[in-house]
């Protein structure tokens, strides 16, 4: 018989992470608060659950996708309150970048009713999530990463287990981090080219096989029209947003605090994404992240 898995979270990333786990032979329950997501879910194979409690009744695994901490503590603990309410045999995979300190709440309240919890954030982008290669970085019992690989299998390509309740998000934190720095610097680079007359496919060519490659140049180009399939091709469309990658790197800097760390090249990368966001009196927050190109073409 097929395993069950609730699913809580179905946007650009948890839609088709979902998908991913019907094609491989489970019973996904779908839940979301916005209706067209449920629906798409539907399409993909999915069952629609009309309530939280309807959705983890007698699953196995628990899976959320959620855009932040608050969220996340509302449907384990203090709304729905699902670890009252699940299995408890069931496993509970929250793959949200949360605060680590969410991460370990939801952790130590699972632990009061005998519920195991691991913290999974993903990296990988809408990309991975839809070619199933995310890469999952796990907080928890090793013993409970070991038993989340049955289902986190199929939908990513890479496991690590990072350490106890909460080290996922700190991994996630510091990758995402690098990430927003090395974007920066590669469209600032690019920008630079152009602006004295080289043709960016050329220059993008040039500094893939030098020492400048890096994965944003590689994988996710960030000035339009040189890679296809990536969201500068797309006018930034769908992809990782530009809010959250300000939640991301909010976060690291609210580690950074806690913890002492000096991080001067994360806390410019935050502040060039918000003075990004709203650059020219734009919202570009719904914009993927990589268009924080338009920052630094003088043109916009």
């Given at each position: 018989?097929?395993?069950?898995?609730?699913?809580?979270?179905?946007g650009?990333?948890?839609?088709?992470?979902?998908?991913?786990l019907?094609?491989?032979?489970?019973?996904?329950?779908?839940?979301?608060?916005?209706?067209a997501?449920?629906?798409?879910?539907?399409?993909?194979?999915?069952?629609?659950?009309?309530?939280?409690?309807?959705a983890?009744e007698?699953?196995?695994?628990?899976?959320?996708?959620?855009?932040d901490?608050?969220?996340?503590?509302?449907?384990?603990?203090?709304?729905?309150g699902?670890?009252?309410?699940?299995?408890?045999?069931?496993?509970?995979?929250?793959?949200?970048?949360?605060?680590?300190?969410s991460?370990?709440?939801?952790?130590?309240?699972?632990?009061?009713r005998?519920?195991?919890?691991?913290?999974?954030?993903?990296?990988?982008?809408?990309?991975?999530a839809?070619?199933?290669?995310?890469a999952?970085?796990?907080?928890?019992?090793?013993?409970?990463?070991?038993?989340?690989?049955?289902?986190?299998?199929?939908?990513?390509?890479?496991?690590?287990?990072?350490?106890?309740?909460?080290?996922?998000?700190i991994?996630?934190?510091?990758?995402?981090?690098?990430?927003?720095?090395?974007?920066?610097?590669?469209a600032?680079?690019?920008?630079?080219?152009?602006?004295?007359?080289?043709?960016?496919?050329?220059?993008?060519?040039?500094?893939l096989?030098?020492?400048?490659?890096?994965?944003?140049?590689?994988?996710y180009?960030?000035?339009?029209g040189?890679?296809d399939?990536?969201?500068?091709?797309?006018?930034?469309?769908?992809?990782?947003?530009?809010?959250?990658?300000?939640?991301?790197?909010?976060?690291?800097?609210?580690?950074?605090?806690?913890?002492h760390?000096?991080?001067?090249?994360?806390?410019?990368?935050?502040?060039?994404y918000n003075?990004?966001?709203h650059?020219?009196?734009d919202d570009?927050t719904?914009?993927?992240?990589?268009?924080?190109?338009?920052?630094?073409?003088?043109?916009?």
């Open positions: 018989m097929a395993k069950t898995v609730a699913f809580f979270g179905l650009n990333m948890g839609g088709p992470m979902a998908a991913n019907v094609k491989a032979g489970f019973q996904v329950r779908a839940f979301d608060l916005v209706p997501s449920v629906q798409q879910a539907v399409k993909d194979g999915c069952v629609a659950a009309a309530t939280e409690k309807a983890v007698g699953a196995d695994f628990i899976i959320s996708m959620l855009p901490g608050a969220i996340a503590e509302r449907l384990y603990i203090d709304g729905a699902l670890l009252d309410l699940v299995n408890p045999a069931a496993l509970v995979i929250d793959c949200s970048t949360i605060a680590a300190a991460s370990r709440r939801i952790g130590s309240e699972g632990k009061k005998n519920i195991r919890v691991v913290d999974a954030p993903v990296s990988g982008g809408v990309a991975g839809q070619a199933a290669t995310l999952f970085m796990c907080g928890g019992a090793a013993a409970d990463v070991e038993a989340a690989r049955e289902v986190l299998k199929h939908m990513g390509a890479n496991i690590f287990h990072a350490g106890e309740s909460g080290a996922g998000q991994a996630k934190i510091c990758n995402n981090m690098l990430l927003a720095i090395h974007m920066i610097g590669t600032e680079a690019l920008q630079l080219g152009v602006d004295n007359g080289l043709d960016p496919k050329t220059l993008s060519s040039i500094m096989k030098s020492s400048g490659c890096n994965w944003s140049l590689e994988k180009n960030p000035y339009p040189v890679m399939n990536v969201p500068a091709s797309r006018a930034y469309q769908g992809g990782f947003m530009v809010k959250l990658m300000q939640k991301d790197l909010g976060l690291a800097m609210g580690a950074a605090l806690a913890s760390s000096s991080t001067p090249m994360g806390a410019l990368a935050n502040n060039l003075l990004y966001s650059l020219g009196g570009n719904g914009l993927d992240f990589s268009s924080i190109q338009r920052l630094f073409d003088a043109g916009v």
